[in-house]
């Protein structure tokens, strides 16, 4: 997987983490408590309704207020006075009543008796209402018994002409308590009038009305707001209004759109878009470090100290499948034939003595370790000035702002910009990133370099011996690989059985040497039996401390009892054809490494097992 990928998958999911995340929990949590919201603002709304009612009632008791300061102006302190003064308050009342904008004007004596009365019929003319007489009206009258309670009438009174908001005040005429009264007719005109004070539309109708019309045929209770679900878009609520005798007279019906949950997902949405930007530069910066920063400060560390210390034994070993792999693989390699190379190089300046050969070849090395080393550090330069800093102008911005993000995003002319500011931001990013890449290359051709330059020097070997520490795992498989066995046209089934992290110090050369002529004697004879019967077992083991041993067990054709005493000598063989070089070779290699080489087999057409003992700390041959 490219580094690109990588980014983009792992960007991609933290996001989709993020965004399921979000979206769940205020599914899941914030379900109901956006029911119980809408239910709150609806009542709150029938609330506010029912307040706008009691202004208009304390409208209406302010204009009957005016009515008796008229009359405080014309007689002073009130004191019982003639009829000529009481006819002169009656027309200071009546002036008063003239003069404010009232549907019904009554003044009430307190037996009972009409001492003034205007009504504004809804055609605009003077008339009178049957449920409120002009000349006199009885004790059972509503606005009697409110008045001789204590308390001056207000509220709703249905009359012929449709409901009246009442309000009322206790003044005096001629030194008696009068009662003023004054009403508003609630048609479309005194509709708009309360819709304004409340602040919302609504119906009004009375309780006959909304029994006959209402679609469930039920009414609230006194003093409780009921909130219906109309549709899945609205939501109904209802209250009682009172009459002027405080008995409910009317219901009052709103409608409010059932948009909280909208509303608070749209801010959720701005809410979530902030933390998307917030959240995506900081994981593009964790990711950078991770993937691309500290694996090629690694390498470029690795790459230093190799330049300064001309040590080419240490190795990376960086285990990733990008493109830093590669190049950290690339990387080891180069190492490894370098290393091969400086000790040909040594045996070759310790047999002729001339070491400047080994100093040469070190030097035009270093020198492309060294062109390693500055790509590598370019390209690590290259992603250390990635824009960061133009990131971290971006979620400091948006950390000022983090009171108010969703305005900010919205509204703020710099908000609105933050985000295409984000995509020059990342574009810029993915520009640097690709020209870390071609530094990558550029350290891989050089690497090629290196590699080509050591293969050519390695024909120019000597055969010095020279002890290695191998690992004979590694040696047993890449042996298999050098004489074919593992090749899938000859259908041989090989089973391994390779003590782990068996190791000994010993030439290596001479130990490939004798493990690919044991090998090739025995695919040799695989290959003269039928490829049902092919089997080959390899086994490596310690025997003790000091040695340790290599079996080759194979089902080929076998060795006859009497040429098992000199199988191993020069030019024996039993296949037929060859000059039987290959084990005698062999055996001679692994005498002079101070081990033995055996055959072994139960005769022919029985398959043969060779061994082979080796101490662990190998006499040095002379060749």
């Known amino acids: 997987m490219s580094i690109r990928t990588k980014l983009a998958l792992t960007l991609f999911l933290a996001v989709g983490l993020f965004l399921g995340l979000d979206m ?70 009546q002036r008063a009543e003239a003069m404010d904008d009232a549907d019904l004007a009554l003044t009430l004596v307190e037996d009972g008796v ?28 509503p606005f009697m018994k409110a008045w001789m309670s204590g308390t001056p009438p207000r509220g709703l009174l249905e009359t012929g002409d449709g409901l009246l908001l009442i ?16 009403g508003r007719r609630l048609d479309d005109s005194g509709m708009t009038r309360v819709q304004g004070l409340a602040g919302a539309t609504f119906t009004c109708r009375t309780l006959r009305e909304e029994l006959l019309t209402s679609a469930t045929g039920e009414i609230p209770l006194p003093g409780e707001v009921q909130v219906l679900e109309s549709s899945d878009e609205k939501l109904t609520g209802t209250a009682l209004l009172n009459d002027v005798r405080g008995i409910p007279a009317a219901t009052v019906t709103t409608e409010v759109l059932r948009n909280q949950l909208q509303t608070v997902l749209q801010r959720q949405e701005l809410l979530t878009a902030a933390g ?29 100290q190799i330049g300064q210390s001309n040590d080419a034994s240490q190795r990376l070993n960086l285990r990733r499948k990008d493109e830093i792999g590669v190049l950290a693989a690339e990387f080891d390699r180069m190492l490894d034939e370098l290393d091969r190379s400086r000790r040909a190089q040594q045996k070759i300046a310790r047999m002729s003595g001339r070491s400047d050969v080994a100093t040469g070849v070190m030097h035009g090395v270093g020198n492309l370790v060294n062109s390693v080393n500055v790509s590598a550090q370019l390209a690590s330069d290259t992603i250390a000035g990635l824009g ?26 710099q908000g609105q910009h933050l985000l295409s500011f984000f995509g020059v931001a990342l574009a810029g990013i993915e520009a640097k990133v690709d020209g870390a890449k071609n530094e990558v290359s550029a350290v891989v051709r050089t690497v090629d370099e290196v590699t080509s330059l050591v293969q050519s020097l390695r024909s120019e070997e000597s055969h010095e011996v020279v002890v290695d520490r191998v690992q ?14 593992r090749e899938p046209g000859l259908n041989i089934r090989c089973r391994l059985a390779l003590q782990p992290d068996l190791g000994a110090f010993l030439d290596q050369q001479r130990l490939e040497e004798i493990l690919d002529a044991v090998l090739c004697n025995a695919r040799e004879s695989l290959q003269l039996v039928e490829a049902s019967s092919r089997e080959l077992n390899v086994r490596a083991t310690s025997v003790d401390e000091e040695t340790f041993r290599i079996s080759v067990e194979d089902s080929g054709v076998g060795i006859a009892q009497e040429y098992l005493e000199s199988i191993f000598a020069l030019n024996a063989t039993t296949k037929g054809e060859g000059r039987g070089r290959g084990l005698h070779m062999a055996s001679i290699g692994a005498k002079e ?31």
């Open 167 to 182: 309000g009322s005040a206790v003044g005096s005429l001629g030194g008696q308590p009068v009662l003023h009264v004054r």
């Open 593 to 623: 490494l101070g081990g033995e080489l055996h055959a072994w087999s139960a005769g022919v057409g029985e398959g043969a097992i060779l061994t082979l003992d080796l101490p662990v700390h190998a006499a040095t041959p002379e060749r």
């Open 114 to 141: 009409v001492a003034s009365y205007r009504y504004r019929t809804p055609k605009g003319g003077d008339g009178a209402l049957r449920e409120v007489p002009n000349q006199s009206v009885s004790e059972a009258h």
């Open 388 to 413: 960061i800093e133009d990131l971290r102008a971006i979620l400091e911005a948006l950390s000022s702002h983090a009171g108010d993000l969703d305005r900010y995003l919205a509204e703020d002319p």
């Open 24 to 93: 769940l929990l205020l599914r899941k949590m914030g379900a109901g408590s956006f029911e119980l919201l809408e239910r709150s603002r609806c009542e709150a709304q029938v609330a506010g309704i029912q307040r706008a009612f009691e202004s208009a009632y304390d409208e209406l008791a302010g204009l009957a207020r005016q009515a008796s300061l008229a009359v405080s102006d014309t007689t002073g302190l009130g004191a019982p006075m003639g009829e000529v003064e009481a006819e002169v308050e009656l027309r200071a009342i």
């Open 472 to 485: 004979l795992e590694e040696e047993i498989e890449a042996a298999l690989v050098r004489t074919g066995i």
């Open 276 to 304: 998307v930007a917030i959240l995506f530069p900081l994981v593009l910066l964790v990711l950078i470090q991770i993937v691309v920063t500290g694996p090629l400060g690694r390498l470029t560390a690795h790459a230093s």
